[in-house]
């Protein structure tokens, strides 16, 4: 099973600011990383797909990059309603979700 | 529009059998993968299966096969998840969603189904 390993497990950040998300993955997954948004009470919500693919509707402040094991969610100046749990999630083989980092507002 | 309807929380004894389900409508059922998620309280999110049900070909996750069945009834266009006997670490959020192959992003999520095992 491919292990994802996310960091940092939490994030206190001001609005404004930018957040990395870093997610690596135990073997090599090309390109089949995802993220998603999760927020209190809420379904996930994809945020990128392929790594770097962008969603329609999803702000332009989030971005994704990587490829074979090392994969990163940016949010450019993050906004208030950003405050969530992001989670990577591999599709190579079967299915894994990284562990979450959590986002706060300061 | 695409949408997943899950049936209802639940609230079960150890030991008890259970069966939730997921209901696809907006797409052809019988063409797209539904795959189930499942997330313990104040946990992350865990990958636990996916099935075809134009041909339930079923895939489980290792850390789940043996413990949940998955199937579909493609007549009528729901998916299910099931347990054969309880246990209290079965309490948990269980999410279906539905993608055009097994290496897609999760796009549709339905809006889960909350199991509680409870003595």
């Known amino acids: 099973e491919i292990v994802l390993t996310q960091s940092p497990d939490f994030q206190s950040v001001t609005p404004k600011e930018k957040v990395t998300i870093t997610c690596r993955a135990s073997q090599s997954i090309g390109s089949s990383l995802h993220w998603y948004q999760q927020k209190p009470d809420q379904s996930p919500k994809l945020l990128i797909k392929?790594?770097?693919q962008s969603i329609s509707g999803v702000p332009s402040r989030f971005s994704g990059s990587g490829s074979g094991t090392d994969f990163t969610l940016t949010i450019n100046s993050l906004e208030a309603e950003d405050a969530a749990a992001y989670y990577c999630h591999q599709s190579s083989r079967l299915g894994t979700f990284g562990q979450g980092t959590k986002v706060e507002i300061k | 529009e695409v949408q997943l309807v899950q049936s209802g929380a639940e609230v079960k004894k150890p030991g008890e059998s259970l069966k939730i389900s997921c209901k696809g409508s907006g797409y052809s059922f019988t063409s797209y993968w539904i795959g189930w998620v499942r997330q313990m309280p104040g946990k992350g999110l865990e990958w636990m299966g996916i099935i075809y049900p134009g041909d339930s070909d079923t895939r489980y996750s290792p850390s789940f096969q043996g413990q949940v069945t998955i199937s579909a009834d493609k007549s009528i266009s729901t998916a299910y998840l099931q347990w054969s006997s309880l246990k209290a670490s079965d309490t948990a959020m269980y999410y279906c969603v539905v993608v055009p192959a097994t290496n897609d992003a999760f796009d549709i999520w339905g809006q889960g189904t909350m199991v509680t095992v409870s003595s």
């Open positions: 392929y790594a770097s």
